[in-house]
């Protein structure tokens, strides 16, 4: 009956507000290892359950005072199960090396002591519907399993311990800007469309675009002189041969993160599902049939939502060609020239999701 009020009231909402979390299914899909350690630290066989959630965009679970530890690997559309398992195992040497920078200035010894003890690592596989190659669950089995094997090996030649979780799959709404593709599980919005990035308004690439001549809105409920927030506008074709949204139904997209979630992520896969008006009741039933493995879900209405300045908005040819056109040329050599202290949270955006949560 609860799930159901939620679902109701989510799907009248027309915002998808509010996903999903299951944290009573984190026993049954942690990896042993984690649990092994948890159990060892709170007591009883489940009594972690309380003490762990998940980051804002789902796709690490965490204890209180921990830290996600992103990488990426980048599938595309000629990656062999070859290409991908070397990426994954570089993308698993970056995040070990990663999880040594753990000396935090002004924050209690908490968060050192659970880091350490658990040195998390979030390898997480963006353009996955661009590539072919790697939507097969034998290959992300693979995946998952080398990096493993690269994790404890490279923790062994740094001294460490070896990660109790390490696979995830991330929104990468930037990441995906950044290098032209899809957005970690999902498909490509539609053939053209305004892509919506939220950058803050004292980050230097925000002041780069804008003197650029970069479209930016205010955030929603904020005005352009007191905004913290901004919207920069990009417009974007997808290429030729890519899926959309509305080429899978919100079923398809579901067995799909399903597959992910079974074969590759020791955390969790992040995903937003596009519904039609029509699956809502066929979706709420998929979720209560696999409820033991929910670890994190949103829903958006796949047309009729009402989230203004919505990341994606779906455009004609007619009108991409005429906002390309108008377009400026980026010269980022610039960006020096505008970054005159240490921004660090630039950076930990690129590697999550630039702000916010990855809305398809």
């Known amino acids: 009956a609860e799930l159901m009020d939620e679902w109701v009231a989510l799907m009248k909402s027309g915002t998808g507000e509010r996903g999903i979390f299951n944290r009573g299914s984190l026993a049954e ?9 948890l159990r060892k630290k709170y007591g009883r066989k489940n009594g972690f359950i309380g003490q762990v959630g998940t980051n804002p965009c789902g796709e690490i679970i965490l204890q209180s005072k921990q830290f996600c530890n992103l990488s990426e690997v980048i599938a595309r559309a000629g990656d062999t199960e070859k290409t991908l398992l070397r990426k ?5 040497l970056l995040g070990t090396y990663q999880s040594t920078l753990t000396k935090f200035n002004y924050i209690s010894k908490d968060w050192t002591d659970n880091c350490e003890a658990e040195r998390l690592l979030g390898v997480s596989i963006t ?13 992300m089995r693979k995946m998952r399993a080398v990096t493993i094997k690269a994790n404890a090996a490279y923790a062994k030649r740094f001294g460490i311990n070896a990660s109790s979780s390490i ?4 929104p990468s709404g930037t990441v995906s800007q950044t290098f032209d593709c899809s957005s970690g599980i999902h498909p490509r919005h539609s053939q053209y469309y305004i892509r919506r990035v939220r950058i803050s308004a004292t980050d ?3 002041k780069m675009m804008r003197d650029q001549g970069v479209k930016a809105h205010p955030e929603v409920g904020q005005n352009a002189n007191e905004a913290t927030t901004f919207v920069l506008e990009f417009p974007v074709k997808a290429p030729n041969g890519s899926l959309y949204k509305n080429d899978l139904t919100a079923i398809e997209q579901l067995e799909y993160w399903k597959m992910v979630k079974l074969n590759f992520t020791e955390h969790n896969p992040s995903a937003t599902i596009s519904v039609g008006d029509e699956e809502w009741v066929a979706v709420v039933a998929w979720i209560s049939d696999n ?7 949103s829903f958006l209405p796949r047309e009729n939502h009402v989230y203004r300045l919505a990341p994606y908005e779906t455009i004609d040819k007619k009108t991409y060609e005429a906002l390309a056109s108008k377009f400026p040329v980026i010269d980022y ?3 020096i020239i505008y970054e005159r202290t240490d921004e660090t949270e630039q950076t930990q955006e690129l590697a999550c999701a630039g702000g916010t949560c990855e809305i398809i």
Do not use: F, H, N
């Not at 994954?88 to 698993?92: F, G, H, Q, R, Y």
């Not at 409820?291 to 879900?297: F, H, Y």
């Open 29 to 37: 899909t942690m990896p042993e290892r984690r649990l092994k350690l």
């Open 167 to 170: 696979t995830c799959v991330k």
């Open 333 to 335: 050599s610039k960006l």
């Open 204 to 206: 230097s690439l925000y």
């Open 291 to 297: 409820w033991d493995i929910i670890g994190g879900l």
């Open 127 to 139: 353009g996955q519907w661009d590539s072919p190659a790697v939507r097969d669950a034998k290959v």
């Open 88 to 92: 994954a195992k570089l993308a698993t």
